[in-house]
């Protein structure tokens, strides 16, 4: 168990680096030409990311994200929220790597900005942003209330690792969430991974793996109860009627925009 514990953060850090390259090529077409017909993708070089360019073996955002959680974790022997908001400051502030002036009024001015793309840097997400304006205002809640975006799910991946197992796992998980991201629906998604994660940490490959996690959202009894579980379910049920659609087209057909 604790070797899948390791392997969860380790699988994480490898996969984020090795996609890291091709991060955010939304036009489909654009990305088949690029890659052909090769199978091995993973560390593109060199980077086709059409907003941000770093050396190819960094982490992401995404990944860097879950770098301070899982750092934090680690000093404060489990979860501190302070600490974990002071070290989320410090790593992607404006005196960070993260400060760029282009990336900085992404979405705040015209698009005109965007012919300065990629940027020479890693790029700061929304939530992120809006976390350090919180921050810097003095507010309690400093996570973002618009953003529904995967940062969430990635984020969760060190806490479930930590405290698969505990009965407060859910609970530990949605509050580093929400350091970032305060939208209801990214907690549910967030915490319908996490219960994915968990349940291959403590059971190892399961085939019946999202029946199981189904059964947990489903249980009126269940730990963290969401508003939104049974629309979550709802959807893992499609993907297991979808078990034979390719995972393109699955991704695809499930998308919510």
Same mark, same amino acid.
């Given at each position: 168990?604790?070797?899948?514990?390791?392997?969860?953060?380790?699988?994480?850090?490898?996969? =984020?680096?090795?996609?890291?390259?091709?991060?955010?090529?939304?036009? *489909?077409?654009?990305? =088949? @030409?690029?890659?052909?017909?090769?199978?091995?993708?993973?560390?593109?070089?060199?980077?086709?990311?059409? &907003?941000?360019?770093?050396?190819?073996?960094? /982490?992401?955002?995404?990944?860097?994200?879950?770098?301070?959680?899982?750092?934090?974790? %680690? !000093? @404060?022997?489990?979860? #501190?929220?302070?600490?974990?908001?002071?070290? *989320?400051?410090?790593?992607?502030?404006?005196?960070?790597?993260? !400060?760029?002036? %282009?990336?900085?009024?992404?979405?705040?001015?015209?698009?005109?900005?965007?012919?300065?793309?990629?940027?020479?840097?890693?790029?700061?997400? &929304?939530? $992120?942003?809006?976390?350090?304006?919180?921050? @810097?205002?003095?507010? !309690?809640?400093?996570?973002?209330?618009?953003?529904?975006?995967? =940062?969430?799910?990635? +984020? $969760?991946?060190? %806490?479930?690792?930590?405290?698969?197992?505990?009965?407060?796992?859910?609970?530990?998980?949605?509050?580093?969430? +929400? $350091?970032?991201?305060?939208? =209801?629906?990214?907690?549910?998604?967030?915490?319908?991974?996490? +219960?994915?994660?968990?349940?291959?940490?403590?059971?190892?490959?399961?085939?019946?793996?999202?029946?199981?996690?189904?059964? /947990?959202?489903?249980?009126?009894?269940?730990? @963290?109860?969401? !508003?939104?579980?049974?629309?979550?379910?709802?959807?893992?049920?499609?993907?297991?009627?979808?078990? *034979?659609?390719?995972?393109?087209?699955?991704? *695809?057909?499930? +998308?919510? #925009?």
């Amino acid at each position: 168990m604790d070797e899948r514990r390791a392997a969860a953060v380790l699988g994480a850090v490898v996969a =984020d680096a090795a996609a890291q390259p091709l991060h955010w090529i939304y036009d *489909t077409k654009k990305l =088949d @030409n690029l890659i052909g017909q090769r199978e091995d993708i993973a560390f593109w070089e060199p980077s086709a990311n059409p &907003f941000y360019c770093i050396p190819t073996g960094r /982490q992401s955002g995404y990944g860097d994200q879950a770098y301070v959680i899982l750092k934090s974790l %680690v !000093e @404060n022997k489990g979860l #501190d929220v302070q600490s974990l908001k002071d070290a *989320t400051y410090k790593f992607f502030g404006p005196e960070s790597e993260y !400060e760029n002036s %282009v990336n900085s009024i992404y979405k705040e001015k015209s698009d005109a900005q965007k012919n300065t793309f990629p940027i020479k840097g890693p790029w700061r997400h &929304f939530s $992120v942003k809006e976390f350090l304006a919180n921050y @810097n205002a003095g507010k !309690e809640h400093t996570g973002c209330p618009s953003d529904d975006q995967i =940062d969430c799910v990635v +984020r $969760v991946i060190p %806490v479930v690792a930590m405290y698969a197992g505990h009965p407060d796992m859910l609970s530990l998980a949605e509050e580093v969430v +929400r $350091v970032t991201q305060e939208s =209801d629906f990214t907690v549910v998604v967030a915490l319908c991974a996490a +219960r994915i994660l968990e349940h291959f940490i403590l059971n190892g490959p399961s085939d019946g793996m999202l029946e199981a996690v189904i059964k /947990q959202i489903d249980n009126p009894h269940r730990a @963290n109860p969401q !508003e939104l579980d049974k629309a979550m379910v709802g959807k893992l049920r499609e993907v297991l009627q979808g078990k *034979t659609t390719s995972h393109k087209d699955m991704a *695809t057909q499930l +998308r919510i #925009d």
